[in-house]
């Protein structure tokens, strides 16, 4: 009997982030927030620890979902949803480290590796050029590790982007230039070799 009823809700992991899915959200409902909780906590975690560490990670990304869901009234469906939710997290988490008055924590670029190395130096390899990644990143200003996590580990075009840090579009692609140039310097100075492509 109450089998029945489950059988007719689809699994959270499988509905998509749409305007019903939205409105019942904004409405209070749980199931509704929970799915997209559960949809991007990991895009949204990621991107919190980029900026205030991972020390604070969890907390920040706590608090970014509240607003979230505080604001969803406020969201108009012709915007993409998605780059709207950047937009509030990379608000809170600025607010975050405001609040805190201090620097960002190291933090790695683009999370844990898939790869499996093929032997132990292969892994100690990979590991020092990650640190040394890590290490010249984390030399970059907040705005331009911003503009580079958006660009490359989230993969969002110069729009959403745009969007999301309340620039003009082609101030994000001068923006990106500048933080990818910084970049290769710092990774220069640390004796790699780069290419100018």
């Known amino acids: 009997m109450g089998n029945e009823q489950e059988e007719h809700i689809p699994p959270r992991k499988t509905m998509a982030i749409d305007g019903c ?13 929970e799915a997209i909780y559960e949809r991007l906590v990991d895009r ?17 990304t706590q608090d970014a979902f509240l607003q ?13 949803f ?15 480290l405001r609040r805190r008055r201090r620097q960002p924590q190291t933090v790695p670029f683009g ?15 990979i590991s020092s050029e990650r640190e040394s990644f890590a290490v010249a990143l984390n030399g970059l ?19 959403q982007i745009a969007e999301i840090l309340d620039i003009p579009p082609g101030t994000v692609g001068s923006r990106l230039s500048r ?10 100075a ?8």
């Open 141 to 159: 200003d907040l705005e331009s590790r911003l503009i580079l996590e958006l660009k490359v580990v989230e993969q969002l075009s110069y729009r």
């Open 21 to 33: 899915l939205i409105a019942l959200a904004a409405d209070g409902d749980r199931a509704a927030r």
């Open 82 to 96: 998605v780059t709207w939710v950047h937009r509030v997290v990379i608000n809170v988490a600025l607010q975050s």
């Open 68 to 80: 979230v869901f505080s604001k969803l009234a406020t969201f108009r469906q012709e915007a993409d």
């Open 44 to 60: 949204v975690h990621r991107l919190v620890v980029r900026i205030v560490g991972s020390e604070e990670a969890e907390d920040v």
């Open 111 to 125: 999370g844990p590796s898939q790869d499996v190395p093929a032997s132990p130096g292969d892994h100690q390899r």
């Open 179 to 188: 933080a990818r140039s910084e970049m290769r310097s710092l990774l220069t």
């Open 190 to 197: 640390q004796g790699w070799e780069i290419g100018e492509g």
